[in-house]
Structure formats: structure tokens, C-alpha cells
């Protein structure tokens, strides 16, 4: 077993023990950053990471679901031993937690991605680099080594098998597949917002720029001058559309064909650890262990797809009945050390945590998404010690109430 925490996590760590500028010193839970990256970005670039899918009932459930349950705890349990490390194929983590995919970060903040890898690698957690980046997987591996790959599988299987070797060969020994987008979910909060795919440059988004010098300066304009026109860069084995082009709407359909056989092609294709990302249903849980699956993240895609769909840790433990004793992590509605150990408690082996690190970088950068990640490493510590463990192993359904909710 490897540690993931190296000399220059090392760096990291120390690093973040310095005085924190005023404007993160105020922020002190995850959703604080929400309300800051609000008032910085533009209305369109906000309103792309907030919203989710039509009536955003997945959405708001998937925060609700955490209420469902109560803690039990023990008293009088010598806490003075405990760690939140956590081992995961074959490596240690520092904390039980880590970074969601997600796209287009780097129009939130300067590079985005390299961001959100660094600052994850420095403390000692996983980032999973979205396929719908800006830039470069290559750029991205160099940066912060160790960081995992999420693909959208392009449509047909020689594209998906360059994209698998493209990833192989940067060094990624991670490889996630998100397998809930057969077609492109109705994001209407985006239209309402101002954001298009292609993005269309208009008077909001020009309004918004100009009332929001720091990002305007420090994102947008400093992208253009460094690098150009942002393209997603992760799509294919090949760059892939700018962001601005008409082609980009093509270049993500065609996707409503791929099934299982697909999954057993990668993984005869695939030497790393494969993961299966969006699963809710017990039986594809089954099915991803049966095509060689290493693990699956139980996932909503953050509200973000089928509206409706059931909360992932509602859907949980039924999932990890039917893992079979496969590495079963989970993302979508996490903002708290107490939601974390509530899906740790549930079967939850790991759990990701994306739009709060968005905020994040948004607001301070890698200083920004550090803050972040020590402010839910000290609830989970703190929780740790009220619920009278000191091993992360210890979390479980015995600690745990049910709560009589209206809703059930």
C-alpha cells in the first residue's frame, strides 16, 4: 500500500497551516463558498455549476436525504487515537473524501483543473479531472500525478479506444466512467441563466464581465492572452471543439447505443483500476462487478440528469448489497462532515464532493479549495470524537437513527 501523501503533500499541508487571507478566514462551512463565488462570478458561469436539471427535484433531494438520518452516538469512548486516513486500491488517503469531476472549471477559475489537482494532491485526497476540462488530461497529470481521469465515452468504439490509450499513456492509473448521459439531460436553469452550449458571447455575458473585474481579468481575459480560446480538450484522443463552436453539441451525442459490452471492452483494454460512475440501481451494480469493475460510485450526477431520480444515499445501501464486496464510493448533495460519515455509515467506501471545491476555486484558488477541504476534514475529525470513534472503520448503520419525516 502507497500513501498518496508525498513530500510535497507535505509542503501542502504545512502551507495551509498559514494565516489565511481575511476574505477565506470568513468563510467557514463549504456552502459559505456558494455565496461567495455568487457574488464573483457571472451570472451564466454560476448559474452552469448551481443548476441542475429541469424541476430540480434530484437536486434538492439529494441534500434532503442526509436529514433522514440522526446520530447515535457513544460517550465516554477514548477518542485520542483517531485518524480519517483511508486506504483505497491500494493507497492512503488523509481524509475519507475527495474531488468530484466537474466541467468547464476552468472558466470559474484561472486553470481551473490544475487548481483543483494540486490543491487535492496536497492534501493528501483524490481529484477526478472531468472529461468535459479545458484543458489538457497530459497538463493536468503533470501537474498533480495521481490524479484520476473521467471519460464520456465518445460514440463509436475506435474513438473510445484511442481516448483509453491517450489516457494511459499521460499516466492516469484511475479511469472513471460515467455511464449516465445517453443523451444530453434538459438543463433549463442554464437557459434561464444566460449559459448555452456552444457558449454564445452576448450582452449578459458581456454585462456580467464587466461588473465582475477579478474575474474578468484574473479568469477570462488571462485564459485568452495564456492559452486562447478554451477548447475541450478531454473529449477524444484528439482536441475537441472550442467552446464557442457550433460543433460542440455534436461532438456530445451519439451516446444512446453504448452498454455493458462497451465496459468489458475498456476493461480488456484498461491495465489501472476502473471505476463505473452514475449507478442507483442495485442490479447494474451487480452487472459492473460481473464486467470487471474495480468500483462504482453510486451518483445522480449531482441532479444534473434525470430529474427525479432517486438520492444516492437512499439508494445506497441497496447498491452495496448487490456490490458483492466491490469498492462502492458515492457523490451528490455532500456538504458536511456529518454527510460524509452518514454515507460512510450506509456503505459507503469513499465519498466525492464536487460544486462546494468549484466555489472554492472560483473564490480563492488553491488557497481557496485547500481552506475548503481542511474546513470538511475538521467536521469529520470533530464528528469522529462526538460519535466516540477513532477509526473510520467503526461507522456504521449501528450509529445511525432513522428520522420520521413527513416525506416518508
Known amino acids: 500500500m502507497t500513501s498518496i501523501l508525498t513530500s510535497a503533500a507535505l509542503a501542502g499541508t504545512a502551507a495551509a ?24 462570478l457571472p451570472r451564466p458561469i454560476f ?12 437536486l434538492h433531494s439529494n441534500r434532503q436525504a442526509f436529514a433522514r438520518y440522526a446520530f447515535a452516538p457513544r460517550v465516554l469512548v477514548d477518542v485520542s487515537r483517531r485518524t480519517q486516513q483511508t486506504e483505497l486500491f491500494g493507497r492512503r488517503y488523509e481524509s475519507p473524501f475527495g474531488i468530484a469531476p466537474m466541467g468547464i472549471s476552468a472558466l470559474s477559475a484561472y486553470r481551473g483543473d490544475i487548481v483543483l489537482a494540486r490543491a487535492a494532491r496536497a492534501q493528501g485526497i483524490p481529484a477526478i479531472l472531468s472529461g468535459t476540462s479545458l484543458i489538457p488530461l497530459e497538463d493536468v497529470i503533470r501537474e498533480a500525478p495521481g490524479t484520476w481521469f473521467q471519460a464520456y465515452l465518445p460514440g463509436d468504439p475506435q474513438r473510445i479506444d484511442a481516448l483509453i490509450e491517450r489516457a494511459r499513456r499521460a499516466g492516469y492509473e484511475t479511469l472513471v466512467l460515467t455511464v449516465d448521459i445517453p443523451v444530453s439531460a434538459n438543463r433549463e436553469n442554464n437557459v434561464r441563466t444566460g449559459f448555452s452550449t456552444p457558449l454564445k458571447p452576448g450582452l449578459r455575458l458581456a454585462w456580467d464581465g464587466i461588473t465582475r473585474p477579478r474575474w474578468l481579468a484574473g479568469t477570462f481575459l488571462r485564459t485568452l492572452l495564456a ?18 463552436s457550433a460543433s460542440v453539441l455534436r461532438d456530445f451525442t451519439a451516446r444512446d447505443h453504448l452498454n455493458w459490452e462497451h465496459v468489458a471492452r475498456i476493461r480488456r483494454q484498461w491495465p489501472g483500476t476502473l471505476i463505473i460512475k452514475g449507478i442507483l440501481h442495485p442490479q447494474d451494480a451487480a452487472l459492473a462487478r460481473r464486467h470487471g469493475a474495480d468500483g462504482i460510485i453510486v451518483s445522480n450526477h449531482g441532479g444534473r440528469q434525470l430529474d427525479g431520480a432517486v438520492s444516492p444515499l437512499r439508494a445506497l445501501p441497496g447498491v452495496v448489497a448487490a456490490a458483492g464486496g466491490m469498492t462502492v464510493m458515492m457523490d451528490s448533495g455532500i456538504r458536511r462532515g456529518s454527510d460524509v460519515l452518514k ?12 460544486r462546494p471545491f468549484n466555489y472554492a476555486a472560483a473564490v ?15 467536521e469529520v475529525d470533530r464528528n469522529m470524537a462526538m460519535l466516540g470513534i477513532n477509526d473510520l472503520r467503526e461507522m456504521n448503520a449501528d450509529l445511525l437513527a432513522r428520522e420520521a419525516l413527513p416525506a416518508d
Do not use: K
Not at 47 to 58: F, L, P
Open 17 to 40: 497551516t498559514r494565516p489565511l487571507p481575511r476574505s477565506l478566514a470568513r468563510l467557514l462551512s463549504l456552502d459559505d463558498f456558494e455565496a461567495a463565488a455568487r457574488r464573483r
Open 227 to 244: 492559452h486562447g480560446m478554451p477548447h475541450f480538450e478531454n473529449s477524444f484522443a484528439t482536441r475537441g471543439a472550442p467552446i464557442v
Open 364 to 378: 480563492g484558488a488553491e488557497a481557496g479549495v485547500s481552506h475548503a477541504i481542511g474546513l470538511l476534514r475538521a
Open 47 to 58: 448559474g452552469y455549476i448551481a443548476g441542475a436539471a429541469e424541476d430540480n427535484q434530484s
Open 343 to 354: 454515507a460512510l455509515a450506509l456503505g459507503a467506501r469513499y465519498v466525492f464532493v464536487g
